[in-house]
């Protein structure tokens, strides 16, 4: 069998797989074809365009395509698979099993012509990609993959299997060094799925993937950093979950050991890391339970590396848009937590914060007014004029999601988008927030290492170094993209740096 894995890249509200990070998704698809002694080819829809490779994928027996966003953003290591793309691969590639699995999954589609089993011939639309792919997974790919390799034909909306996971989690730490960028990589690892809270944001597509709140177990998850360390892997992210503080929570609050568990345990296996940084939390869990947050907060800054960040799903600081959105926080609580993490975090490390809040903010919800941006600008002013640090500021327009309840009031009610207000408030922010907290969080001369140069504009040249969010940095140097370099801190663009040249390092 020839089975191919095409990495069209994911993001979504608890996991992210853009390059120079792997998610999950891509490494257990490819261990399920492993296990079962069938050595998957693994390409990125980068590789493919660039090569203009799209008859290639024709050749396969099975053809897994992984891919699709459910939040808004701006990528720079990679561009994720699009529509019209996916359009063009289920058109042009008739001969494999076509198997879909991410957010593309979801797209709404005609349930009467949809195939539902994978024997049956898939009749090409232009129209509509899906009706010409085999088996659209909105389960859990890897069980699913795992079942068909077993000869068996599971449902596209199979549940998550705990034991078959490892399994292909241990199997597809070997496709690591298969990825264009490595060693210059991040993976991203399973922590947990779901959300722990009983209800859920309007717009939040993570309950429509993870209808149930998981842990994963401890072990689990260090065997397979031990799995990757052993290939090679130095960087790691705990960014698959909605809330890293909740991990180990039974419903009767956070569990600090649960966490002090796998940081002290990655930490001894693989000695020689060099990225360990995490991403999501609520700011209202952190309020509710400031006692055991804070010693979570206090192991996460001990083993982690320097410009690390906590994303906090704020979304608004407008009471009735909190509200009509069921947002599930409170103005002073985000207050609280910003506060907090500052006070555990925002010491330094080689120079640069150990652990800060970033602030995600999204226009468009349920309930905005012109007021809204008002409310969310002063907010903000008001955190820099207190001195807490932000490591980022966020600003997205919603996107909506199937299956969501924000998806659900649009088919009965008009959802206004203030445009030339969310425009101004934007510009506001970067000139206003954006560049004097910049020259708080990295004073001239802060030296930062392991930036890895992407593109050059005439004799600059500009790169990421490889965190959580790394920060774009100008280089008034001419240099080879993909080296890595170290870099001083000179002068502030409204959300990037401009550093000079220090070193190049070997990669």
């Known amino acids: 069998m020839k089975a191919i894995i095409l990495d069209g890249y994911v993001d979504e509200p608890a996991l992210f797989g853009v390059p120079p990070f792997l998610s999950t998704y891509v490494r257990y698809a490819w261990g399920a074809y492993r296990h079962f002694g069938v050595e998957a080819e693994y390409r990125t829809i980068d ?53 879909l699995f991410g957010a593309f999954s979801y797209r709404d589609t005609d349930s009467a012509t949809h195939q539902k089993t994978p024997s049956r011939p898939a009749r090409a639309s232009v129209k509509d990609p899906l009706k010409a792919i085999e088996c659209v997974v909105t389960g859990n790919l890897e069980t699913y993959l795992y079942g068909l390799l077993s000869g068996k034909n599971p449902p596209e909306d199979i549940g998550k299997d705990p034991e078959i996971t490892e399994i292909c989690a241990l199997a597809g730490a070997g496709v690591v060094d298969r990825h264009p960028n490595f060693p210059n990589l991040i993976c991203e690892l399973e922590v947990s799925t779901g959300c722990e809270r ?16 998981q842990s994963r177990d401890p072990e689990a998850i ?17 960014g698959r979950a909605a809330n890293i503080l909740a991990y180990g929570d039974r419903g009767e609050g956070p569990d600090p050991f649960a966490l002090l568990r796998i940081y002290r345990g990655i930490r001894e296996r693989v000695p020689d890391l060099r990225t360990l940084h995490t991403d999501n939390t609520n700011p209202q869990y952190i309020a509710d339970h400031p006692v055991a947050s804070a010693k ?33 926080t409170r103005v002073e609580s985000i207050y609280e937590a910003i506060k907090l993490v500052n006070e555990i ?16 903010l999204i226009a468009g919800l349920i309930g905005e007014t012109k007021r809204t941006f008002e409310k969310n600008f002063d907010a903000l002013k008001m955190i820099l004029e207190k001195g807490w640090l932000l490591r980022r500021i966020n600003l997205r327009q919603v996107m909506v999601f199937p299956k969501t309840p924000l998806s659900a009031y649009r088919q009965t009610h008009f ?17 206003e927030i954006d560049r004097p907290m910049l020259e708080r969080v990295f004073p001239v001369g802060t030296v930062i290492p392991d930036v890895i140069t992407e593109y050059r504009e005439g004799n600059n040249t500009f790169g990421r170094p490889l965190w959580t969010y790394g920060i774009l940095i100008g280089i008034r140097s001419t240099l080879p993209i993909g080296k890595k370099v170290t870099i001083s801190v000179t002068e502030y663009g409204f959300r990037s740096l401009t550093g000079e040249l220090i070193s190049v390092q070997e990669n």
């Open 222 to 238: 260090l065997t397979e950093v031990a799995a990757l360390g052993e290939r090679g892997v130095k960087r790691f992210r705990l």
């Open 345 to 360: 975090g925002g010491f330094r490390k080689e120079g640069i914060p150990a652990l800060l809040p970033g602030i995600n």
């Open 296 to 328: 979570i907060l206090e192991t996460i800054s001990e083993y982690n590396t320097p410009g690390d960040i906590l994303s906090f799903g704020v979304e608004s600081f407008d009471e009735g848009v909190i509200r009509s959105n069921n947002l599930g």
């Open 198 to 213: 009983r209800s859920h944001c309007s717009f939040c597509s993570e309950p429509v993937f993870h209808p149930r709140f």
């Open 47 to 99: 590789q493919v365009r660039r090569e203009n490779s799209w008859e290639t994928l024709d050749s396969a027996d099975h053809l897994v395509i992984i891919g699709g966003v459910s939040v808004p953003g701006k990528y720079a290591g990679g561009a994720p698979l699009s529509y019209s793309e996916l359009t063009k691969i289920a058109a042009q590639c008739p001969n494999p099993l076509k198997i």
């Open 415 to 431: 959802l206004p988008f203030h445009t030339r207000e969310f425009r101004r408030f934007k510009e506001k922010v970067r000139t």
